[in-house]
T-cell receptor
């Protein structure tokens, strides 16, 4: 069975400092991994994904994530945090539920607070 | 880019009534649409997967007769919460996967906040 773990409920970081939001996964086969951001009372916005290729994936708004197969991790990073980055972040892994119906399993989310 | 429009964004209804939520892919055709439910400070829980022209596949524990899903076209899926009760109050989010993107492209609607009073 597939699963995603986000070990931190909340991450606090000072504006301008680098940030990391952690994610580990478990899935059969090659992992397809995603990061999404959610602002209050809004849907999810896509940040980036890893399908194959370079382990360092660059995405929207200056975010990047590093795929580490041996550690089954896909941590989200940003070199310099902005107050506007404060939001809820979800890591997700794709799995095939059958008949080509690919679904996403989400982690529980990590609330990022960037302190001015 | 791919855009999914979800309406209404917020709805309040009386207990016992039904509410319909629409999810439209505005600039692409969606082979598959997903419906999620999100409780406060929790992750998204997949309720059902719908493929255009066929019956939705519901996740375990989700009542089919209560949460009616219709995916009549490649651009529209609807979720109807029938005989709503206060415990159905939640944030509902749809997601659409674009035809031809394989398993890569998921676009989410902006969500619907349902409050049953």
């Amino acid at each position: 069975a597939q699963s995603v773990a986000q070990p931190e409920d909340q991450v606090n970081v000072a504006e301008g400092n680098p940030l990391t939001v952690k994610c580990t996964y478990s899935v059969s086969g090659n992992p397809y991994l995603f990061w999404y951001v959610q602002y209050p009372n809004r849907g999810l916005q896509f940040l980036l994904k890893y399908i194959t290729g370079d382990n360092l994936v660059k995405g929207s708004y200056g975010f990047e994530a590093e795929f580490n197969k041996s550690q089954t991790s896909f941590h989200l990073k940003k070199p310099s945090a902005l107050v506007s980055d404060s939001a809820l972040y979800f890591c997700a892994v794709r799995y095939d539920s059958g008949a080509g119906s690919y679904q996403l399993t989400f982690g529980k989310g990590t609330k990022l607070s960037v302190i001015p | 880019g791919a855009v999914v429009s979800q309406h209404p964004s917020r709805v309040i209804c009386k207990s016992g009534t039904s509410v319909k939520i629409e999810c439209r892919s505005l600039d692409f055709q969606a082979t598959t649409m997903f419906w999620y439910r999100q409780f406060p400070k929790q992750s998204l829980m997949l309720m059902a997967t719908s493929n255009e022209g066929s019956k939705a596949t519901y996740e375990q524990g989700v009542e089919k007769d209560k949460f009616l899903i219709n995916h009549a076209s490649l651009t529209l899926s609807t979720l109807t919460v029938t005989s709503a009760h206060p415990e159905d109050s939640s944030f509902y989010i749809c997601s659409a996967r674009k035809v031809g993107t394989g398993a890569h492209g998921y676009t989410f609607g902006s969500g619907t906040r349902l409050t049953v009073v």
